[in-house]
């Protein structure tokens, strides 16, 4: 009964529930059991929250993954009292917070902490850092480009010629067969490498490819 009425929720939300075996693409999820966990523990208007948050708000419809569930039905209890005053400023605070670059930063500390625990207070923190109701000003997170765009760069310098080609090369391949909203998930979640580092891999295997047909 529990596992029929989260697929119905799903189906309504048009989220569309994927073996165990599969990656899920933006919009998909395969944790079941995890979605039939929260319902059962917190409700369905609790899990509508959830689901809604994660499959309404900017670049989180690939995020549908049973740590971020979790920690995002944590944030729901937290911020009870802000959902319930400005539901709109909530999903619009959860469309600039960076939850992808969170997710495969907080993977570090598996084992120390779960990854449930240490999203959540990541996202609690930029969270409340973008809310309207907020009378601080709001923080500045252009730091986390600028650092990442150092470490791609380092990245870059570390990998061997030929096999940042080969990486290139496997990804141009896969970008052809998904959209850019998918690719750009399954760089970020499957692979774990930044969409920078991707663009540099592909720009040296189409150099590659150039310099192969000129010299033929």
């Known amino acids: 009964m529990t596992e029929a009425l989260v697929r119905s929720i799903c189906?309504?939300?048009?989220?569309?529930?994927?073996p165990a075996n599969e990656f899920p693409k933006p919009g998909e999820t395969r944790a079941?059991?995890?979605l039939a966990s929260i319902l059962e523990k917190h409700g369905e208007g609790?899990?509508?929250i959830v689901l809604s948050t994660l499959n309404e708000t900017k670049g989180n419809q690939g995020l549908m993954i049973a740590p971020i569930l979790w920690a995002t039905s944590d944030l729901v209890l937290a911020c009870s009292d802000w959902i319930e005053k400005d539901l709109s400023d909530w999903y619009q605070a959860w469309d600039k917070i960076p939850v992808g670059w969170i997710t495969w930063h907080c993977q570090a500390?598996?084992?120390?902490?779960t990854v449930r625990q240490a999203a959540a207070g990541a996202m609690y923190v930029m969270l409340t850092a973008y809310t309207k109701n907020k009378a601080d000003r709001?923080?500045?997170f252009k730091f986390i480009k600028r650092?990442?765009?150092v470490e791609d760069a380092r990245?870059?310098?570390q990998?061997?010629?030929d096999k940042a080609i080969e990486a290139g090369k496997t990804l141009l391949e896969v970008k052809a067969s998904l959209s850019p909203r998918e690719f750009t998930a399954w760089v970020r979640e499957a692979v774990g490498m930044k969409r920078a580092t991707a663009v540099r891999y592909m720009r040296a295997a189409k150099e590659a490819r150039t310099i192969h047909k000129t010299a033929a």
């Open 147 to 149: 650092t990442d765009d």
């Open 138 to 140: 709001p923080m500045d």
């Open 46 to 48: 609790h899990l509508r």
């Open 11 to 18: 189906a309504e939300f048009e989220i569309k529930i994927i």
């Open 32 to 34: 079941v059991a995890t």
């Open 159 to 161: 990998i061997p010629a």
């Open 155 to 157: 990245m870059c310098r």
């Open 109 to 113: 500390l598996y084992g120390v902490v």
